[in-house]
């Protein structure tokens, strides 16, 4: 087995909501050069669902508490990694080579790759790797229209992965690679289809644009030139997350019809529903995944992740009152057994 080298590489996975982080994630892990990459996810909404969509489950595989690792979770990222650290020099952890952290889509990166310069043990045992940025070809222009942590994460990126091409017209892609090759003209841009080799994504940790300058900035780590500002809030102002748990089978017809009026009536201010559905009929589960108006094909998943089998979504949303969205689902009768 390769040894474990002397910094280990701290790659993060960012991109805006539902970009494709998590389905890219799934797919590095199985690529052999990255099968022992210890991972941390990061999530904004109450109930974590990523790591049980990526499907890996081992104690290289950390959930990081709900929470935005820019700014509520900085400290609990630096632990996590100070804890795998500690476990690997111990034996008790398989002998990871590198560390991949996926954001939650909300994540302002640069913050980020600071913690770990910041921390007087990590930085002698870790290094901030590529920063890979997943861009969704559909849902990406009004989002770096109306979002500066979508323009924080293009900017930042050292690989800018473009997703969901198979969904969207030539035209659109070529606009929207225009405007990524503007946002960043030094990233790599690839397009996620089958071609990709997603090993390249972590392969040149040299000369990362992150990485280099946090090695020539101070104490504070200052920030590569060119990066759009901040906004005056953490996030923007609005936006918010909340679950819903349902206990029993849900009626996927019922369910479909409310998704659907929903989204057509808010889905401007709906940035994200995920969730993972017991439905009335089915033994196994159901993944559905939802960015603004976009609705994904539902997922069959082959198990349930846990002992718990009611059904969890997960809603991030801007500026749209969660028990609105909490009163219509049950006025739809999702829940069979529901009368309204
Ligand atoms: N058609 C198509 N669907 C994709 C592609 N990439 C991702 N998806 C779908 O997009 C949805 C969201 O993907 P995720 O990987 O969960 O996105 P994410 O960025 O991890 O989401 P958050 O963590 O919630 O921000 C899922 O239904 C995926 O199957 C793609 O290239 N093509």
Known sequence: MAEVPAFTPVNLLTGFLGSGKTTLLKRMLAAPALADAAVLINEFGEVGLDHHLVERIDETMVLLPSGCLCCAVRSELAEAVRDLHSRRERGLVPPFRRVIVESTGLADPFPVLSTIKA??????????GTVITTVDAINAGAELDDYVESNRQ??????????????????????????????NPDAV??????RLDVAQLVADNSATRAGTALSQSGFFCEEPPGLPERSAGRHSAGISSFS???DKPIDWTAFGVWLTMLLNRHGERVLRV?????????????????????????????????EDR???????????????????????????????
């Open 154 to 183: 293009v900017a930042v990126a050292d690989h800018l992965v473009v997703t969901k091409v198979d969904l969207a017209g030539e035209g659109g892609v070529a606009r929207l690679t225009q405007r990524l090759r503007r946002l």
């Open 244 to 246: 819903i748990t349902v």
């Open 274 to 306: 995920k969730g993972i559905l017991g439905i009335a009929g089915e033994a196994r589960p159901v993944a559905i995944h939802s960015v603004q108006r976009l609705v994904h094909m539902p997922q069959h998943l082959e198990n349930w992740p846990s």
């Open 189 to 194: 841009l690839s397009i996620a289809d089958e």
């Open 310 to 340: 009611r059904s969890h979504v997960v809603f991030i949303v801007d500026g749209l009152d969660p028990e609105l969205v909490k009163r219509s689902l049950h006025a739809f009768a999702v829940e069979t057994g529901a009368s309204n």
């Open 119 to 128: 921390d007087p043990l990590l930085r002698h045992h870790f290094v901030p």
